[in-house]
C-alpha cells in the first residue's frame, strides 16, 4: 500500500466516520473526513489532494451515491467506495460502477476493497 495515498471520508455520524478515519490511518493512508457532502464537495473543488473517496450510503440531503457521481464527472480515475448497511444499495452503486462496502465490516473488508479500488 502507498502511504501517500489520501482518502475522503465522508459519514454524518461522527462515531461512524471516526472509525473509518482510524481503520485508514492505521492502514498507512492519509485521511480527511467531512460530516457532509457539502463539506466534501468543498474538499473536492478546492483541488485538494484525493485518491479514493469512502463515502456512507445514506445521508441527510445528499446521498452518497449522488455524491459517487460527482466524483465521477469531476474526478473520472478517482475510485469511490460506497458504505452502506443496506443489501438494496448494493446493486445501485454496482450498476453505477462504484464498490460497495456492507455495513458492518472489518478492517480487512476495508482494505481489501480499497485494493481492489485502486
Not at 23 to 28: P, S
Not at 40 to 54: E, F, P, Q, R, Y
Not at 80 to 90: C, D, K, R, S, W
Not at 101 to 114: C, D, G, H, I
Amino acid at each position: 500500500m502507498n502511504q501517500a495515498q489520501s482518502v475522503l471520508v465522508i459519514d454524518d455520524n461522527a462515531d461512524a466516520r471516526q472509525v473509518v478515519a482510524l481503520m485508514l490511518e492505521d492502514l498507512g493512508y492519509a485521511v480527511t473526513a467531512c460530516e457532509d457532502v457539502a463539506e466534501a464537495v468543498a474538499h473536492l473543488s478546492s483541488g485538494a489532494a484525493c485518491d479514493i473517496v469512502v463515502t456512507d450510503f445514506i445521508m441527510p440531503g445528499t446521498s452518497g451515491l449522488e455524491l459517487a457521481n460527482l466524483v465521477r464527472r469531476w474526478r473520472p480515475k478517482t475510485p469511490v467506495v460506497l458504505i452502506t448497511g443496506h443489501q438494496e444499495a448494493i446493486g445501485a452503486a454496482l450498476d453505477e460502477g462504484i464498490i460497495p462496502l456492507l455495513k458492518p465490516f472489518t478492517q480487512e473488508q476495508l482494505r481489501a476493497v480499497l485494493k481492489e479500488a485502486t
